[in-house]
């Protein structure tokens, strides 16, 4: 029997992987494989809660795929897979939708962003959004969710319904928690380092993608947002420019901010700009070209993400089956 603990995340194919998805989710991922059992997926289902373009969205969840791969996540040591390939996701989350209470979603921050950004679409789909994120995380009875600040709330909600389900049914899902890397860093938007660096930033400058050429990235870190002084140090209430900067040369080099500050000591923004960009642009580099040949190879490609779907509808089906019963469907 395998004790292993179980850890679940996915990413939306609704943009392209940014450089914070990168330092702050991806990469800590590839040391887990070796004391977890891994589960990444591409959440297209909940990316057409917002329009998508169809061939966009084809494109982008194989090139996810392609770069998860690329970042080092190994497809012989971690489940990588669609979730629309995995039918046992809707299935359950069906389910759940009725064990999860109205005014529960009503109060979903992300929802309540959401549709006010999107006023004229905010559909059914985009309510229920949180009982399918439950499912994904339950039906592989998950130990744990690396997840940013913005979906712990989900996490939670996920617990609670959970929780539900288990005292009226006995235990069937076991109860998830939010998981943080201890060495994740957040990074923040080079144009509003207020921001998380988001992906629906790309046209601002304020983002980075995996797949960007080295021209782009140049560009976008020669533009980044700092301060009126002149020194670099670390201050993120005061300098929360320079100090994503900072933070961001420090794990594309390997430099600690003490040898970052004295490197910079006496030079100006300008300066330790294209530095950052440069390193970024050797960080991901290999990444992009790996990508870029992983997605050329369509019968690698179609192999992972078979492989992955057939592997997680496996372990989902053993759930399912488990809840199917217990709310008295026909076996
Ligand atoms: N809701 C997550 C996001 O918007 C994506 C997601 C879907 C997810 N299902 C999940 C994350 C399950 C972790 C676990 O980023």
Redesign the pocket.
């Known amino acids: 029997m395998d004790e292993r603990k179980i850890i679940?995340?996915?990413?939306?194919p609704s943009g392209d992987l940014t450089l914070g998805s990168y330092i702050g989710a991806i990469k800590n991922w590839v040391e887990l494989a070796d004391q977890y059992d891994c589960f990444y997926?591409m959440?297209d289902?909940?990316a057409i809660t917002v329009r998508q373009v169809p061939a966009d969205l084809r494109r982008r969840t194989l090139a996810q795929i392609a770069q998860y791969i690329a970042c080092g996540l190994d497809p012989e040591k971690n489940t990588i897979f669609i979730?629309s390939q995995v039918p046992e996701h809707t299935q359950l989350g069906w389910v759940l939708d009725c064990y999860t209470m109205f005014g529960e979603l009503s109060r979903m921050t992300?929802f309540k962003d959401k549709s006010a950004k999107n006023a004229d679409n905010i559909n059914a789909g985009l309510f229920t959004?949180?009982s399918?994120?439950?499912a994904?995380?339950l039906i592989y009875q998950?130990d744990l969710?690396?997840?940013?600040e913005?979906?712990k709330q989900?996490?939670e909600l996920?617990r609670d319904i959970a929780h539900r389900f288990n005292t009226i049914y006995g235990d069937v899902f076991k109860l998830p928690e939010p998981f943080i890397p201890k060495v994740g860093a957040r990074i923040m938007s080079l144009q509003t380092p207020e921001n998380k660096m988001s992906k629906s930033e790309t046209d601002n400058g304020g983002c980075v993608c995996l797949m960007d050429k080295p021209e782009a990235i140049m560009k976008a870190f020669k533009r980044a947002v700092t301060d009126s002084e002149t020194s670099v140090h670390f201050d993120r209430e005061n300098k929360p420019g320079v100090s994503n900067l900072m933070q961001i040369y420090s794990v594309a080099t390997g430099s600690t901010f003490e040898q970052i500050q004295q490197e910079f000591a006496g030079k100006g923004y300008g300066d330790f700009k294209v530095k950052v960009g440069e390193a970024v642009v050797e960080m991901l580099r290999p990444i992009r070209e790996e990508a870029e040949r992983i997605l050329a190879d369509k019968a690698y490609l179609e192999k992972v993400y078979r492989e992955g779907a057939e592997k997680a509808s496996y372990a989902a089906r053993k759930t399912l089956r488990k809840v199917y019963k217990k709310v008295g469907f026909v076996q």
């Open positions: 679940l995340s996915g990413i939306k997926m959440a289902l909940h979730q992300q959004y949180p399918l994120m439950a994904d995380i998950a969710v690396p997840v940013g913005d979906q989900h996490v996920t």
